[in-house]
């Protein structure tokens, strides 16, 4: 992987500091991934990342980092079982997809990987840091029938998400503690990237 665009101050610092492990054996000239802190208030849209038959470059895999998650707290992530493309549209023109997706219980120092092709979404009460691509494309493919400040339903992006799920996937979750472990040893995004973010945030992984 090789690093993009224009660093900025506080990304020199990181390049120089972090080297190799943050952008790989390219020449560091642009920052490789986004963090973002996320406090859900409510349940957020229910989304899809594109990856599942592109170029590396456009890809979006992400993990998340849950700092804080209310007793009740849960996660979408993928599905329940066996879903086909035809049972979701359905449930999708019949405004009902949520026996579809898998609800997940969630506590404080989880990680969470979401690979490109994962139906995803971030449920009320959890704060957490979120480690992506910097890919911008994001298709929405369910927001609970909301409508937005101008009092219509909010854009979704069913056929483009429809088109972008992994159908195949069956996303795990993993502990700080393992993913740190093994950081070094898989090369994965999220590991290899989320141990770079722990450092920069002093987080604890534990023993």
Known sequence: MRCKASLSPIDTHLAQNFGAALCGDGIPDGFPFLVKLI??????????????????????????????????????????????REQLGEALAHGDPMPLFRQVPVTAGTIVRVPPGTVHAIGAGILLLEVQDPMPRTYRLWDYAR?????????????????????????????????????????????????????????????
């Open 39 to 84: 406090d859900a208030a409510q349940d957020l849209s229910v989304q899809v990342h594109p990856g599942k038959d592109l170029h590396d470059d456009e890809r979006k895999d992400e993990s998340w980092i849950l700092l804080r998650a209310d007793t009740k707290a849960s996660l979408i992530h993928g599905f329940n079982g066996s879903v086909s």
């Open 147 to 207: 409508r937005g400040l101008d009092g219509n339903p909010r854009e979704l992006h069913v056929e483009q998400a429809l088109r972008a799920i992994d159908w195949t996937i069956v996303p795990s979750f993993s502990s700080l503690v393992l993913c740190l472990r093994t950081a070094g040893v898989t090369g994965d995004f999220s590991c290899r990237h989320l141990a770079i973010v722990s450092k920069i945030f002093n987080f604890q992984a534990g023993s």
